[in-house]
């Protein structure tokens, strides 16, 4: 199973931009689909979650700028990023909750798209 980021790139603050990410492999369901970030010399922070039912979550940091949503036929989750700040730089990351078979299910972490945003 990979994933695969996409979309990330440099922006002006207050700019916007949409992440993808893309399972595939051998998958039966991809279960939830997560967004996390890590900036230079920091931790890797959650960004937002969504279930395979559409059930979103967010990190209190993202204040509404953030949307999370996923279309289930392409095994694809998306990050609509607005009102970028500068502080918003980071590499952006893919984690997936998958089953290859209705009994196992693996965590899978994709390898990361930067966001630039310059002030």
């Known amino acids: 199973v990979q994933l695969v980021e996409s979309g990330g790139g440099l922006v002006q603050a207050g700019g916007s931009l949409t992440l993808s990410c893309v399972a595939s492999?051998?998958?039966?369901?991809?279960?939830?689909m997560r967004w996390y970030r890590q900036a230079p010399g920091k931790q890797r922070d959650l960004v937002a979650s969504?279930?395979?039912?559409?059930?979103?979550d967010y990190a209190d940091f993202m204040k509404g700028r953030f949307t999370i949503s996923r279309d289930n036929a392409k095994n694809t989750v998306y990050l609509q990023l607005n009102s970028l700040k500068p502080e918003d730089t980071a590499v952006y990351y893919c984690?997936?909750?998958?089953?290859?078979?209705?009994?196992?299910?693996?965590?899978?972490w994709g390898q990361g798209t930067q966001v630039t945003v310059s002030s």
């Open positions: 984690n997936a909750d998958i089953k290859h078979s209705p009994s196992y299910e693996y965590d899978y």
């Open positions: 492999g051998n998958i039966y369901k991809v279960n939830t």
């Open positions: 969504i279930t395979s039912g559409g059930t979103s």
